[in-house]
């Protein structure tokens, strides 16, 4: 510890001249186990916290000390930052409100920001207008606005420093995402798939809100900032320029979407950041082909290694080629090394929306493991590790079946085997902890016509929680999981009524933590799943469960507040689609539990 | 959402009440509709006219199945309103039952609604769909589903369309009622 942070203090000296103290300071925070100063814990993704002051062997004495109300109705997703200055910071949904709390005054109100934001906004935003949090750095806190805004605040003030306009609402560009800060740059996406935008992701200076550079999704090479001689796929130069634009048909790259709405994450080693891409425009695979024929859609739902420092593609991959179910591949993208077959990798693991396990090479993308962690999972019935592409089951696959054809019983539903609810990584363990949604569709492609800032979709779905396995709570929705990244394999398993839409925290007090739509924070055994403790919220928890330690005392804070694709699918239940048509038996509303509020709730063990 | 709207029985209740005694038990199996109503008050009494103006989002139900323009109506709601009303009209987190708001609405409102968007209040916005031809050219079929979902008790899912009204529906992109 001492060790680094002298390394730390040297590097600071060091790179003041080269103006990259940003991410400096970033990884210094990181570095102490007391803070929590980014969305995800760390820049690897792995939202795990060393701090074991809350255990296995006290968690009973675990208590909510207060509570704050953020005025806000609407999903609460994201968490509160703490970077030690005895505050924690918070966001809301739209309008976007940033609060700095007094952690010694249970929450008084240091400062509050709200943006002026044009409320056309909204209906744009397409499953409620959420928003997953701030970005910190040295001094400065960074938030994507609804409206494409992106501004840096102040954190002693909260006055405005600067502010950048990313895209344009009227053209259905939204911004969801929490920002990361890698070097001197706020490394940003867009969001709007269903809404034909077309995907981007954006550098800009974190000092002066200046743009650096954009890599676009889709298009043509230099502007997705490919070099198809270096530019490596399943760990092979690409050799063909323009995929971006060859695998559509003519000008619909223009509309491709793929927009990075998820999380970014960084490996300062390599100097890499990793994101994905979301679905690719409409939802109707035939508007999609080339000559009739499936066509790549490149680079929609695929995994980018970029450097941040021009944006350059060091390696893709694309999970899903021809999306024909809405499988958007923005899930985060855990930086974990492993050991696999004797032999010491630099892992890349995604819990993702596919209902497939991915674990692939973060220096080169080169695809390790794929293998189901849902496993109703029929869309494709495994992966073609050397090609890397999966192998379509042509009963589910809603291209082959047709447009206006209604395919059902496909698993998982496009809210995916997992939706952004980020994963957790325990390095003790090996094991990755996620949230996962056990709900299947019936999916139905119709002709749609691009209209700019209307809707791009393309389909019907309706949805049905997903067939129960031997030994699984009858109607569940979700499920909090202990997956083993390198096995391909579920080590144990929690069902629950609801869908899993809250991020996982894993710590060394040898506990896993997780949110449920109902309103319950749950604490489990991290070895077997095992609940030993809980406490009901005010709302529904789409948020995640943050920790950090101030003054000797290690806390818990988390929002509540439901909403999200979750609310909004779920909210009056599902059908069974055992009882046909015009079904009465409907599995659990989420109306039955829990109403919209935001509300932050911070937690300690009691004196 | 509700806000403006007192909670009364709008003015089709009075109206498919009066049907269903005039009618009395006679009805078989053909749950409602506003279709009757109307034809019989237009045919015959001038002098109810004032108070019987057109019944707008007549439907049918027949065993579970309904008439091609309420199936039109699943159809272009599930397509265009279910991203944020939920599924089958039921509303969800982030807005309202359409349900609810075809009971209490009248199909002016509805349409005005629809076609214009309508700010409730901050941070709650319904957006315009007058520009969209798809749905501006379904309001009535959309209002027709809600009223089956509702009063209807038309069930959840997609409902089948009675075979013997089946070939007055040239829907362009309506798919045939295999699904399922």
């Known amino acids: 510890m001492l060790r680094e942070l002298s390394y730390a203090l040297a590097a600071v000296g060091l790179l003041a001249a080269t103006a990259s103290h940003a991410n400096q300071n970033q990884l210094e925070l990181q570095q102490n186990p007391e803070l929590w100063p980014v969305q995800l814990g760390n820049y690897q993704g792995n939202r795990h916290s060393t701090l074991d002051q809350i255990n296995r062997d006290n968690i009973g004495d675990l208590r909510a000390l207060w509570q704050f109300s953020t005025g806000v109705l609407r999903g609460h997703e994201g968490g509160p930052l703490y970077v030690g200055d005895g505050r924690l910071y918070i966001h809301t949904p739209f309008p976007n409100k940033v609060f700095a709390l007094d952690l010694e005054e249970q929450g008084r109100i240091v400062w509050t920001y709200e943006p ?13 207008t959420v928003n997953r949090g701030l970005a910190y750095a040295d001094g400065r806190l960074f938030l994507n606005q609804a409206d494409n805004t992106v501004i840096s605040l102040d954190a002693e003030t909260g006055e405005l420093l600067w502010e950048a306009q990313n895209g344009d609402h009227t053209r259905g560009e939204t911004m969801t995402m929490s920002p990361l800060v890698v070097h001197d740059k706020v490394i940003v996406g867009n969001s709007g798939g269903e809404f034909g935008v077309r995907g981007h992701i954006t550098a800009y200076n974190a000092e002066t809100g200046e743009m650096e550079w954009r890599g676009y999704s889709n298009g043509p090479d230099d502007e997705v900032l490919i070099d198809p001689e270096t530019t490596l796929m399943m760990g092979e130069p690409i050799g063909e320029a323009d995929l971006g634009v060859s695998t559509w048909p003519e000008g619909e790259w223009e509309r491709g979407g793929g927009a990075p709405w998820g999380w970014v994450t960084y490996d300062p080693e390599l100097d890499l950041i990793y994101y994905g891409t979301g679905n690719p425009g409409t939802w109707n695979p035939a508007q999609r082909t080339i000559d009739g024929e499936p066509a790549d859609n490149k680079w929609s739902i695929s995994v980018f290694a970029r450097d941040p420092n021009t944006g350059q593609v060091k390696w893709v991959y694309q999970k899903v080629p021809f999306d024909e179910w809405d499988y958007d591949g923005v899930n985060e993208n855990q930086l974990i090394d492993v050991e696999i077959n004797g032999e010491q990798r630099k892992g890349l693991a995604i819990i993702d929306r596919t209902g497939f396990g991915f674990l692939l090479d973060r220096e080169t993308g080169e695809l390790l493991v794929a293998e189901k962690f849902a496993p109703e999972t029929n869309w494709a019935s495994h992966y073609d590790m050397e090609t890397g592409r999966p192998v379509v089951t042509d009963e589910y696959s809603t291209f082959t079946q047709g447009v206006n054809v209604n395919t059902t019983d496909i698993c998982p539903t496009a809210m995916g085997a997992k939706n952004m609810q980020p994963s957790s990584y325990s390095p003790e363990t090996g094991l990755i902890y996620a949230g996962i949604n056990r709900i299947c569709m019936n999916y139905e492609p119709f002709e749609t016509e691009y209209v700019a800032g209307q809707p791009y979709v393309g389909a019907t779905l309706t949805m049905m929680p997903a067939p129960v396995q031997d030994g699984e709570m009858e109607g569940r929705m979700g499920s909090f999981i202990a997956w083993d990244p390198v096995a391909g394999e579920t080590v144990w398993q929690v069902d629950e009524r609801f869908a899993v839409w809250s991020g996982a925290l894993t710590t060394a007090g040898d506990l896993a933590f997780y949110g449920t739509l109902e309103g319950y924070v749950k604490a489990v055994d991290i070895e077997t799943g095992e609940e030993l403790w809980r406490f009901k919220t005010p709302s529904g928890i789409i948020g995640n469960i943050n920790t950090f330690q101030h003054e000797g005392k290690q806390y818990l804070a988390v929002l509540s507040g439901v909403g999200g694709w979750a609310g909004i699918g779920l909210a009056a239940g599902l059908e069974d689609p055992e009882a046909g048509l015009g079904a009465v038996g409907v599995f659990s509303a989420l109306d039955d539990y829990t109403e919209l509020g935001g509300v932050l709730t911070v937690f300690a063990l009691s004196d | 959402m509700m806000m403006s709207v007192k909670p009364r029985r709008p003015g089709w209740f009075a109206v498919l009440a009066g049907t269903l005694l005039l009618f009395g038990g006679a009805l078989p199996g053909m749950l409602l509709a506003a279709e009757e109503t109307s034809a019989e008050t237009q045919g015959e009494g001038k002098e109810t006219q004032e108070t ?19 199936y039109q109506g699943y159809l272009t709601y599930t397509r265009n309103c279910l991203a944020c009303h939920g599924p089958d009209g039921l509303g969800s987190t982030f807005a309202p039952s359409l349900i609810r708001a075809a009971e209490r609405r009248s199909f002016a409102d509805f349409i005005g609604t629809i076609a214009a968007g309508r700010e409730i209040q901050p941070g709650r916005v319904m957006p315009s769909f007058g520009d969209d031809p ?19 008790g038309l069930g959840r899912g997609r409902p089948k369309v009675i075979e013997s009204m089946k070939e007055k529906k040239e829907s362009d992109d309506a798919p045939g009622e295999t699904a399922q």
């Open chain 1, 116 to 128: 002026d934001q044009d409320s056309r906004v909204i209906p744009v935003m397409c499953c409620d």
């Open chain 2, 52 to 70: 019987q103006e057109k019944q707008w989002g007549e439907y049918v139900i027949e065993d579970g199945k309904v008439d091609p323009g309420t």
């Open chain 2, 134 to 152: 798809n749905v501006m050219k379904n309001v009535e079929n959309i209002y027709r589903y809600m009223r089956a979902r509702g009063e209807g």
